[in-house]
Structure formats: C-alpha cells, structure tokens
C-alpha cells in the first residue's frame, strides 16, 4: 500500500482498495492511525494533517470515492414516546431503553430534549438519527438567536422545520427512522404535533409515538381531559407508561417526564414505577391456548 501524489487537497490510495472497502470500521480506523504515522515520517507535516483531519471527522476512508451510505434499517432504537396537554402547558413521556434488535442494550438513553426556549422534543426510533436531528435544530436555534430581534422560534415553526427535514430525507429515499414528538407554549398558546419517519405530521391534544398508538391512546381518550392538573396529568402519563411495561417487550422500567410551560422546560430524572406481576393471564399465559407450549 502507498501513497500516490497529490491532486489538490486530497490523496488517494490505489493499491489493495478492495481489500480496505471490505474492512470493518474499527480496522479502518486503525490501519488509518499507522497510515497517519507513516504520512508524518514520509510524506511531510502537511498530509499528515490532512489525515488527521479525516480521521477526527470520523470519515471513515475519503480517498475511495464512496457514496454515503443509506441507512435500509435501524440499529439502536428507543420505543414509544407519549404527550398530552394538560392546563398550564405540555407533559411528555418516554422510558430510556435502547434496544439493539430484540436486546435492550442501553438503559440510560435520553429521549426528551428541549429545543430553544418554547419547545420540547421526544423521539422514538434510531437513536443516532435523533442525534442527528437534534444537530439539526442546534444550527437552527443558533441561526435563529444571530439575528437578535428579540423574537424566537416557536413550537410550531419547529414542528413545521421538522416535517419539512423528515419529508425531505424521505423523497431522497434515506428516511431519518425515528417518529417525533414537539411540545410546547408560547405566548400562552399550548402547541403538541407529531411527525412520522416519511413526514406525516398532525397537531392534537394528545398524541403517541410506537405502541403507545395502540395501547396508550385508548387509555388517554377515555381519561383525558382539557384542565387537567399537573399530578393528574403524570399519573395519566404513568398509568399508560405502566401498560406499555407490561406489554411492550422493548419497554424499561426506567422513565423521565417533562413539562413544558412558560416558564421553561423540566425533565425529572429517572426514576421506576411499581409495578405488579402477578396476574393471572401473566402466571399461566398460554392457558385455554389449545396446542400451545
């Protein structure tokens, strides 16, 4: 393997290309750090920063002239995100799980951010896409705050940012896997939206994300209502956090809840709900099941 000319700024391998491309990632990184040395000794100070730059970027091999990647499934995932207005502002909940495949690999994962100073962001699907996404709003609220006008970006000028960005990343086919939750007030005006992997969106008084559709909105609709008070709005909250427990196997017992009103964003930390196992259809779940195991 050598170092070929330059052309430009960049520097390109020829020889054994196949053999990197097949490499894993970590073997990538670590026949890099020798190339990195040998840039330094060979081929001057200036190559060996542009290496290092690469490197620090985390881009795995510039000089192969590779496409980006799409993502055809995710990897890490947290599970259902809940939100419901209550009368002074916006609760959401979500449990910390990461799950790799059918393995909850991480049980510390926050999955409630808050973005600028009206909004309150939960997300279930890929965690790194959600990283991403939270970079995304970053950029935005720092643009936002250059102009210094004494206005600021709203609940739902980000919830419109965010379904734009999901239905853009959409048509390009290399979707962000994740469905978001938006909360929050401003001016007195209470604002709760979600938007979907393909950018489906909609605003509503209560909304879930994952299994929670299916096993916490029946709960909610039966039980929510518009003045709510902030302890029954988290009771409501645990109730159906408790359901998901019991019947969402990507589910944790480790939870946060936040709250946004106009006075800020609170995100309580972690902390577990009691829990009670022994029903009868959980003891003997197959009974009546003919021919189960």
Not at 103 to 118: M, N, P, Q
Not at 120 to 129: C, P, Q
Not at 226 to 234: C, T
Request: include cysteine; proline fraction near 3%.
């Amino acid at each position: 393997m050598r170092f070929t000319e330059k052309r430009g700024k960049r520097c390109t391998l020829l020889e054994n290309d196949v053999e990197v491309l097949k490499m894993g990632r970590c073997k990538r990184f670590r026949l890099l750090n020798r190339l990195l040395g040998i840039g330094r000794e060979q081929h001057g100070l200036s190559l060996y920063i542009e290496l290092s730059s690469w490197y620090e970027g985390m881009v795995p091999f510039p000089c192969f002239k590779c496409k980006d990647k799409m993502i055809q499934y995710p990897y890490v995932t947290g599970t259902s995100v809940i939100g419901i207005k209550y009368k002074d502002g916006v609760l959401l909940a979500a449990d910390m799980g990461g799950s790799y495949g059918s393995t909850i690999r991480y049980k510390s994962v926050e999955r409630l951010k808050s973005v600028g100073k009206h909004s309150l962001l939960g997300a279930s699907g890929e965690i790194s896409d959600f990283q991403e996404i939270l970079q995304y709003l970053d950029e935005l609220i720092l643009y936002d705050n250059m102009w210094d006008d004494g206005n600021s970006l709203g609940p739902k000028e980000v919830h419109n940012y965010l379904t734009r960005v999901m239905y853009n990343r959409r048509n390009k086919f290399n979707p962000l896997w994740n469905s978001l939750v938006l909360g929050g007030v401003k001016n007195g005006q209470k604002y709760l939206g979600t938007v979907s992997m393909i950018g489906v969106h909609y605003e509503d008084n209560h909304v879930a994300t994952g299994f929670g559709n299916h096993l916490a909105k029946p709960i909610i609709r039966d039980e929510w209502r518009e003045d709510l008070s902030y302890e029954e709005g988290v009771k409501l909250l645990e109730k159906c956090m408790r359901v998901l427990l019991y019947r969402d196997r990507s589910a944790v017992n480790k939870l946060q809840i936040a709250k946004i009103t106009e006075e800020g964003v609170t995100i309580s930390q972690p902390y577990s709900l009691k829990t009670f196992w022994s029903f009868s259809a959980f003891e003997n779940p197959s009974a009546g099941a003919v021919g189960s195991w």
